[in-house]
């Protein structure tokens, strides 16, 4: 039996059973990397900042959060990450920034808006907060604190989109929040959209109300619930506002109110011919005023317009781009860009109104920050808010990312990279609203992106040359219906099929050269919902955003091409197994697994390890249904069960079961991640480093690597680089008390990149762990002893100590695969870095001791070399051998100045006791000795930080640095110093012993003499 077993054997770990739940804190040490980007943000929501200072700025975000800047935009820190991650809007309390109200849910009404779930406030500047009530308002559009008494706010509150709801209106609260009051409501249909108050008056409100509704497949703005009011006794009494006003019915109304004017308003109308109106006298009467495009365009989406603070001519109007007004109104320009491009749809201004050439600029691609009054603008690339829909990964090393945005089109970019991923390193690769956006697995230098209405592309990666293949309409078939969000899928089974789906399921096997229609319509195909030509409500608006009965997803078999899934967006699962010859529709079967008729098909998985299992995502808020519906079939879809958890939040939008855990699964919600262990039975949010209430709207599994990746809208890309640790846990193993992971052959490294100048700006990514992390358990965290994690080699020595963690659940640690550094030298007149740093060892089988509590639990990693170019195994050994040397010179020359260091510090102790001059002397010259000697051996001097002395200790330690660092060979110059530093530590030993033979017994026998010391006889 050999030594390591021995080892082994001679410990027994002793495990409790008490059962333990499993969730987010037992794998609190996996954190994701946020790959951000920033070169490309998202929709902006709401912007406020701190007026007392203008550097304090708090940017909400359409599904990102609330982030804030303390020094003006320079960078930016997520504040809201336990919370819901659509922000509507934000206000700071004009007498104390410190206060801090939210209301979540964005008021900016498009298909894809998500919801919030109330209000919440901050007494300090963000860094806590609480909920504040409002909970079932969905929308929140407006908060106004009125200015004179700051515990008095106003909400105005949209309401739901996608329904009917009592819970709308304008909002009053008289005690910060503790309690409200509807003050103006219409009806059930009709929310309100703005409101205004005026400053030196602030019982004067003026507040516009908005009838809206969305469905699935229509858009209606406008009815006769929208109105404009105004009350003169802070809310209590309300009149409608109409002279000078269109006839007919209202859609959705913005105002805004002169800072330094009150009585002066500017207001867009949305009706039947939208237009720009202006009050001179406190919104008592209006007249229309000319204006540009920009300026009356999309006033369901552009819902903002402002006046400077302090020029009551300076107006603002962002929309389309951004519009200003010199005359209050009567004319409007629209900025340069001039400064460089400003993304298209803007949402939030803030003017300083300190300094109201200083403005925070919000649009559907992030912040944007002018100095000179809107003449120009710059773009914070460090706010990683992007909105995916999609997101993909090929199989190259390292693999890359592929992603399709809200607005931003599609792109790509390494998973990792010296240095981190950067802005610079995402590339765009398509138009428009970015969807999907896949690899082709079979030619890695092509992938295929579509934005909406199924406008679809194959793309040469080298050139980025895009090719149009969408499939057309033949004479045969109907209008061709593609879902804003059309699927571009690949083939699992046969990886050179390609998909695509509008009403009928397209097939290529060519990259999209040339299709073939494999099914009928696969939809209701219900007439009822195809007017799309009609949507908008008062003015039209039809982006194929509302486009229905469509196909929406789907999943060819891993097992078999001919057997496919599809999922429609109007409640119809389609399956084939004979390649598209036939097909069933189950969505009676799914039915009776309790879901509603017409819920949308979201996300279709079909297992790896079963040809007859299924798992399938539904999503049915657009019919004002937020329940999480997630079914499957172990019977090929003949029938269904439907999955619960009490964890769940938000409707369903992905399913993905790993690939090789079957119990392992991920589910991703318009609110969370949540992971399974144990096959779905049990669930648990994934929080820990990820935003707790995050859209994730799309997961992958690497097919080579450990890593998950996710895709949020509103919080760019997240990646977990390695999940083996959520692979290998279960309940058994989660009730011992604790646990190592096994460890298998690992490749000794020194880490995969190298690093240089700092990076300057933007945002940037971290790259995975390049060095395989020790992994333990630990049931509850250890508050009545020690954690150690010891390396040892095959013989039980001690290789090295890594420092360990004490906290509760998965714990990491890692081994560079070196030894302990030296012992260097103590003294001199600066660190020496030596004693940082050691030689890899080599390779061979090691020992992991865990001590917990003093008990051992005991693991082997196996260390292999692995060639790389320009070194081999002796190449190794040979740097291994030679760094070694000089390691051993630090041991010894540590050692001999250790010796000086103790003979001169006896010196000093029985010196002062001396009394005869000739023992003094002695001891002058003994010490003097010993402190030449020392002086050539450790840099005694230093002038400057860049000019020290360069003596013994500091010439080993270059060398040794040198010898070291990074795998390579050790020169021929490396060897050479080797040989001669040896010799002269050897020296240094040599004349150390010489003087303390010529000293230390006279001076012994003059201390005895004067009886200071008593010299003991052999």
């Known amino acids: 039996m050999n030594k390591l077993l021995i080892i082994l054997l001679a410990f027994t770990p002793l495990f409790s059973f008490a059962q333990v739940k499993i969730n987010s804190s037992t794998f609190g040490s996996m954190e994701p990397r946020a790959m951000g980007p920033g070169t490309m943000s998202g929709r902006i929501t709401a912007i406020e900042g701190n007026s007392k200072d203008g550097r304090t700025i708090y940017i909400g975000t359409a599904g990102g959060g609330i982030w804030k800047s303390t020094n003006a935009g320079s960078s930016y820190s997520p504040v809201f990450d336990k919370y819901c991650q659509s922000i509507g809007a934000i206000a700071l309390d004009p007498n104390n920034p410190e206060i801090i109200y939210t209301g979540t849910g964005e008021s900016n009404m498009r298909n894809s808006v998500s919801i919030g779930n109330g209000m919440y406030k901050s007494t300090d500047a963000g860094s806590n907060w609480v909920k504040i009530g409002l909970d079932s308002t969905e929308h929140i559009s407006k908060i106004v604190i009125d200015p004179k008494n700051t515990s008095t706010l106003y909400v105005a509150v949209p309401g739901p989109l996608w329904s009917d709801s009592p819970h709308r209106g304008l909002y009053k609260s008289d005690n910060g929040g503790k309690s409200w009051q509807k003050i103006l409501y219409i009806n059930e249909k009709t929310g309100c959209a703005d409101i205004c108050i005026n400053p030196l008056e602030p019982n004067i409100i003026y507040a516009s109300t908005w009838e809206f509704r969305r469905t699935p497949y229509s858009f209606n703005s406008g009815g006769k619930g929208s109105a404009l009011y105004k009350s003169i006794d802070g809310g209590k009494n309300w009149k409608k506002i109409s002279n000078g006003l269109p006839s007919g019915d209202f859609g959705r109304i913005a105002m805004a109110l002169a800072p330094s004017e009150p009585d002066q308003l500017i207001a867009i109308v949305e009706s039947s011919n939208t237009g720009l109106y202006i009050s001179r006298d406190a919104g008592e009467n209006w007249k229309q005023q000319s204006s540009t495009m920009n300026v009356v365009s999309r006033p369901f989406y552009f819902s903002t317009i402002i006046i400077d603070p302090k020029d009551p001519k300076r107006v603002y109007r962002p929309a389309f781009t951004l519009s200003y007004s010199d005359d209050g109104g009567y004319s409007f320009s629209d900025v340069s860009n001039e400064g460089g491009w400003v993304h298209s749809d803007h949402h939030a201004l803030w003017i300083n109104p300190n300094n109201t050439n200083h403005m925070f600029l919000g649009t559907d691609g992030g912040v944007y920050i002018s100095n000179d009054r809107g003449a120009s603008f710059l773009f914070c690339g460090n706010l990683p808010v992007g909105q995916f829909y999609h997101v993909a990964v090929d ?20 998973s990792e990279k010296a240095g981190g991923v950067s802005n610079g390193d995402w590339s765009g690769l398509y138009w428009g609203d970015g969807f999907w956006t896949e690899p082709d697995l079979t030619d890695s230098n092509t992938c295929y992106a579509e934005y909406q209405g199924g406008n679809a592309a194959r793309i040469d990666l080298s050139t980025k040359k ?16 593609w879902n804003w969000n059309t699927p571009i899928v690949t083939g699992n089974a046969n990886k050179k099929n390609l998909y695509m789906g509008a009403q009928y399921l397209y097939k290529s096997t060519d990259q999209g050269r ?41 999943s060819e078999s891993p097992f078999d091409e001919r057997i496919i899934y599809v999922g429609t967006d109007d409640g119809n699962l389609q399956i084939t197994k004979d390649g598209g010859i036939n097909w069933k529709n189950v969505s009676s079967e799914i039915a009776k697994a309790g879901i509603p008729s017409q819920t949308w098909i979201s996300s279709i998985h079909l297992s790896k390890f079963d040809v007859n299992t ?3 995502t539904l999503d049915n808020h657009m019919y004002g249904d937020h329940n999480t519906y997630l079914i499957k079939s172990t019977d090929g879809g003949n029938s269904w069960s439907r999955i619960f958890s009490k964890e769940f939040t938000g409707f369903a939008h992905k399913i993905i079961q790993d690939r090789q855990n079957p119990n392992l699964f991920f589910l991703g919600t318009e609110m969370g ?7 779905g039975i049990n669930w648990f949010r994934m929080k820990t480093g990820f935003p707790d209430y995050a859209l994730v709207r799309d997961i992958r599994i690497h097919n080579k690597t450990n890593a998950l990746i996710i895709g949020t809208h509103g919080r760019g890309i997240y990646i977990y680089d390695d999940i083996s640790a959520m692979r290998n846990m279960n309940s058994d193993l989660a009730n011992r008390e604790v646990y190592l992971f096994n460890n298998n052959e690992v490749i000794i490294n020194d880490g995969k990149y190298g690093g240089a100048t700092p990076f300057t700006g933007g945002w940037i990514a971290g790259n995975p762990e390049s060095i395989t992390s020790i992994q333990y ?65 080599l390779p061979g089988k090691y020992i992991i001791r865990l001590n917990v509590k003093n008990k051992d639990y005991l693991d082997t990693i196996q260390l292999n070399h692995k060639d790389e170019k320009n070194y081999n195994l002796e190449d190794r050994k040979a740097q291994y051998e030679t760094s070694m040397k000089f390691y051993n010179m630090h041991e010894s020359l540590a050692k001999t100045v250790e010796n000086i260091s103790a003979e001169q510090k006896f010196i000093n102790e029985t010196k002062v006791k001396a009394k005869n001059k000739k023992t003094i002397q002695l001891a002058d010259q003994y010490y003097k000795s010993l402190e030449d000697l020392k002086t050539t051996l450790l840099a005694s001097k230093q002038k400057s930080i860049f000019a020290d002395e360069k003596k013994l200790r500091e010439e080993i330690s270059e060398s040794y640095g040198v010898a070291v660092s ?41 201390l005895t003499k004067e009886k200071i010391i008593q010299v003991m006889k052999p």
């Open 395 to 414: 199989e190259q090393e390292p693999y890359r990312i592929y992603g399709g945005l809200q607005d931003n089109g599609s792109w790509i970019a390494p």
């Open 466 to 481: 895009t090719y149009s293949i969408q499939p057309q309409k033949s004479k045969n078939e109907d209008k061709l219906r």
């Open 514 to 554: 040339n299709w073939t229609r494999i099914s009928a319509d696969l939809t209701t195909n219900d007439p009822q919902k195809l007017k799309q030509e009609e949507s908008g409500g008062i003015s039209a608006d039809n982006t194929s955003a509302e486009n229905h009965c469509t196909i929406f997803t789907l």
């Open 614 to 616: 299924v798992f399938v």
């Open 673 to 679: 991640l949540f992971s399974s262990l144990d096959g």
């Open 777 to 841: 358990y630990l049931k509850d965290r250890i508050l009545d002893g020690a954690v150690k994690v010891d390396i040892l080699d095959e013989d039980g020595k001690l290789v090295k100590n890594i420092p360990a963690s004490q906290r509760k659940g998965i714990n990491k640690v890692y081994w560079d695969y070196r030894m302990k550094p030296p012992r260097v030298a103590e003294g001199g007149t600066k660190l020496d870095f030596a004693g940082f740093s050691a030689p890899q060892v």
């Open 966 to 1006: 990074g795998q390579q060979r050790p020169s021929n110059t490396v060897i050479s110093a080797a040989e001669d530093l040896s010799a002269r530590v050897d020296a240094a030993t040599i004349k150390y012993s010489s003087i303390k033979s010529e000293y230390r017994a006279k001076y012994d026998k003059a």
